[in-house]
C-alpha cells in the first residue's frame, strides 16, 4: 500500500482490496451516503470487487485515498481526486465513517489532497461538487478554499453547489 501524503493527524494511501471491509461498513451507514446517490454495497464481495477494478491510479495517477488516523492506526474514511473525462475537471470527495464526522479529519485530509494537487500533480483547477441540503460537506469544501461557481441539478429532486479553487501562480 503506497502512502501519498500525511498531514499532522493523518496519512492517506492508496486504496487496497483488504479496505473492502472497511468500504463495505462505510457505504452500509444510510447516514454516510444520504447526500451522494450511491447505494450500499450488498456484501464485502461486492466491496472486494469495486476495489479490484479501480484503476484511477493506473489511468490518471492520483484517485481517491483512504484516510488513516496516524495515533491509532484506524481506517477512518477516504478522501482524494478523481478525474471526470466527461467534464475534463479534477474534483476532491471525502467519506469518513459517521463517528469521525466533527473532528475536522474531512478538511484536513481535503486541505491536504488540494496541496497535493497543485503542488505534486501540476493541476490548475479542482472543483467540488455536493447537494446543497450537505451543509457539512459544503462548509469543508468552503473551508478548504474552494468558492462557489453555481448550481447544478444533482438529481430529479435534488440541487448540487459546485465550488472550485485555482491554484495561484
Known amino acids: 500500500m503506497k502512502k501519498i501524503l500525511e498531514t499532522p493527524r493523518l496519512y492517506l494511501r492508496e486504496l487496497c482490496t483488504d479496505d473492502a471491509e472497511h468500504f463495505y461498513r462505510l ?3 444510510p447516514n454516510v451516503i444520504r447526500y ?10 461486492e466491496a472486494r470487487e469495486f476495489l479490484e477494478n479501480y ?14 488516523e496516524k ?3 484506524t481506517f477512518v474514511g477516504w478522501c482524494g481526486l478523481k478525474y471526470d473525462e466527461a467534464t475534463a475537471e479534477t474534483d ?5 465513517f459517521e463517528e469521525h464526522w466533527n473532528r475536522g479529519f474531512a478538511t484536513e485530509s481535503a486541505l491536504a489532497c488540494i496541496r497535493y494537487g497543485f503542488e505534486q500533480l501540476g493541476l490548475t483547477s479542482i472543483v467540488g461538487r455536493a ?6 460537506s459544503v462548509r469543508v469544501l468552503e473551508k478548504a478554499g474552494l468558492q462557489h461557481m453555481g448550481s447544478f ?17
Open 55 to 68: 484503476d484511477d491510479y493506473q489511468k490518471n495517477g492520483y484517485g481517491r485515498w483512504a484516510v488513516i
Open 131 to 136: 447537494m446543497r441540503a450537505n451543509a457539512a
Open 27 to 29: 457505504n452500509l451507514n
Open 71 to 73: 495515533a491509532s492506526g
Open 92 to 96: 476532491i470527495g471525502f467519506r469518513f
Open 153 to 169: 441539478d444533482f438529481d430529479a429532486e435534488n440541487k448540487g453547489v459546485l465550488l472550485r479553487i485555482t491554484r495561484s501562480l
Open 36 to 45: 451522494t446517490g450511491n447505494t450500499a454495497f450488498a456484501s464485502v464481495a
